[in-house]
């Protein structure tokens, strides 16, 4: 989760990590035009402006979680899961749902209770962050290992 200017307000998105533990940023954006998909690879995944990062789940195998993560669409309508408004955090909430439904990860929690927990995270952390403190990593919160 990135700051944002508003309170309470957050940029999301997903890193899952390569098989060689390298990190894949997933996230919808709408910086430089309408809404989109993007993947950023490497270094580039993770911005200075990186809060927290929480670990929702283990990965059974990349290259089918990273098809189901782009699949989920980014074309500003409402969620076809929820009806919910499109944010970043609405594609987060649906791409995690896609991925637990199909096998890929394994949530231990139900979607509103790890945005919950997330947010708490962000709330946590965000003025060490914005100290120039660097980013939290919660690896225990929700994880389950696959």
Not at 36 to 43: A, F, G, L, T, W
Not at 70 to 92: E, H, L, N, Y
Not at 115 to 127: G, K, L, N
Request: glycine share 6%; hydrophobic share 40%; with cysteine.
């Amino acid at each position: 989760m990135k700051s944002r200017p508003s309170p309470r307000e957050y940029h999301w998105g997903l890193i899952v990590t390569d098989d060689i533990g390298r990190p894949v940023l997933h996230h919808a954006t709408n910086l430089t035009g309408p809404w989109k998909y993007e993947e950023r690879q490497n270094e580039s995944a993770i911005d200075p402006t990186l809060i927290v990062l929480v670990k929702a789940s283990g990965v059974s195998n990349v290259p089918r979680a990273t098809q189901i993560i782009q699949s989920v669409p980014t074309d500003g309508k409402p969620s076809r899961r929820t009806g919910a408004a499109f944010t970043c955090r609405i594609w987060v909430k649906d791409a995690l749902f896609e991925l637990h439904e199909t096998g890929e990860i394994f949530l231990a929690d139900d979607i509103e209770v790890i945005e919950t927990e997330a947010i708490a995270y962000a709330e946590r952390y965000a003025a060490d962050s914005e100290q120039g403190k660097g980013t939290a990593v919660i690896n225990s919160a929700f994880a389950s290992s696959l």
